[in-house]
């Protein structure tokens, strides 16, 4: 029924219906404590999480600082705290400057619009991340999306624009799957074209580069005048935030022109006390980074996995939703909580566990997960 008085929601049922017919119903679980459960799932890929140094880094900020920014940035939101946490992080990764945002996502979705909108043109990789979709979405310019790593089609599409301005868009490391993007080859495309290129270093800082400082330091672009990096701290880093690391011009920029950072509040100063203790953690102990790989490249040995995971994501690779949705139930029930992503995450037909790789797991964690995956996904 439709017209006066019909329920402006009743689509809600038949769309949850469909979803729950396919597989896709999601739901909220509260997790236990940490320690009940080996964690494969989260990503925290340096356990630094739960690090004394970084709970006390929290626990000195919210002391100092209060437990609220109490505004944006641009009002009473910064502190000395922000301002030492972007110094701290842009020169361990190589970058000019630092812009703190309230989550990895606004981070994206700031840096994406501000760089971009009407008369230009944003290729995306058709795997980005959904901040970078978004951020696409509300750019107001032209968008094309190319297929997973082809750089030819960025190129394609970079040769045939009109457009004056052009923003190339990737994550460094896709967090689906793990891979790589061929960040190297995307800015010498970037650069005969005059393009800016932006890179979610999400899953890259920490993991990937000398010492965990990301994926665009590793292959010698830290720093380049041409690269954007935005990244996040609620992985390695084991808090909560985002940040834009750019040319000083850049940050000068987002700060007039970025809507996530004028009108949002600022994270708070826990949340930066924290991955700034974080960061010092990392920077004190950089065997943590190659250590995430070698636990990726043992969980993925045990699950069957042909080739060495290149990140902390271990991506097995299932087929239908519902026996994802089973295989994660029954990994939960050997005390191991893993991923499970489904469509529209990932494309129909491949649903999936999704493994993360921490630096603190135990040889006993390993050995609980080996079990697990044995007995879980043997042959049937």
Not at 13 to 28: K, N
Not at 148 to 168: I, T
Not at 191 to 218: P, S
Not at 348 to 355: C, Q, W
Request: hydrophobic share 45%; net charge negative; aromatic share 4%.
């Amino acid at each position: 029924m439709t017209g006066v008085g019909a329920d402006p929601l009743a689509w809600l049922a038949e769309v949850a219906d469909r979803r729950r017919a396919e597989g896709l119903r999601r739901s909220l679980r509260a997790r236990p404590p940490v320690g009940a459960e080996v964690d494969l799932a989260s990503n925290d890929y340096l356990g630094l999480s739960q690090h004394p140094d970084v709970i006390e880094g929290g626990v000195t900020a919210l002391r100092t600082w209060g437990a609220g920014s109490t505004g944006s940035r641009l009002v009473t939101g910064n502190t000395e705290l922000h301002e030492a946490f972007e110094r701290e992080l842009a020169g361990f990764v190589g970058a000019a400057s630092a812009l703190v945002f309230s989550s990895g996502y606004t981070a994206n979705l700031g840096a994406v619009v501000a760089l971009s909108g009407p008369g230009s043109l944003v290729v995306s990789d058709a795997l980005t991340h959904a901040s970078l979709v978004d951020a696409c979405r509300l750019s107001r310019a032209r968008v094309v999306v190319t297929g997973h790593n082809d750089v030819g089609a960025v190129e394609a599409a970079l040769a045939a624009r009109d457009e004056d301005r052009a923003v190339v868009v990737t994550d460094s490391v896709f967090s689906a799957d793990g891979t790589l993007a061929p960040i190297r080859a995307l800015h010498d495309v970037c650069r005969r074209h005059g393009a800016l290129l932006l890179v979610d270093e999400a899953h890259g800082l920490g993991v990937r580069g000398d010492g965990g400082r990301g994926l665009l330091h590793e292959v010698g672009l830290a720093g380049a005048p041409d690269v954007v990096m935005t990244t996040t701290l609620s992985k390695a880093l084991g808090s909560q935030g985002g940040v834009v690391l750019a040319p000083t011009a850049v940050r000068e920029h987002l700060i007039d022109a970025a809507r996530p950072f004028i009108f949002d509040t600022g994270l708070a100063p826990a949340a930066v006390g924290a991955a700034l203790a974080a960061l010092e953690v990392l920077q004190a102990e950089p065997g943590r980074a190659q250590r995430v790989l070698d636990r990726a490249a043992d969980l993925a040995a045990m699950c069957g996995v042909a080739e060495t995971p290149p990140s902390a994501v271990v991506s097995v690779i299932l087929g239908e939703p519902e026996v994802a949705v089973a295989a994660t139930a029954a990994c939960l029930e050997r005390g191991v909580r893993v991923g499970c992503f489904r469509p529209p995450t990932v494309p129909a037909g491949t649903s999936r566990l999704r493994l993360t790789a921490r630096a603190s797991l135990t040889d006993d964690e390993m050995a609980q997960a080996r079990q697990a995956f044995t007995e879980v996904l043997a042959p049937t």
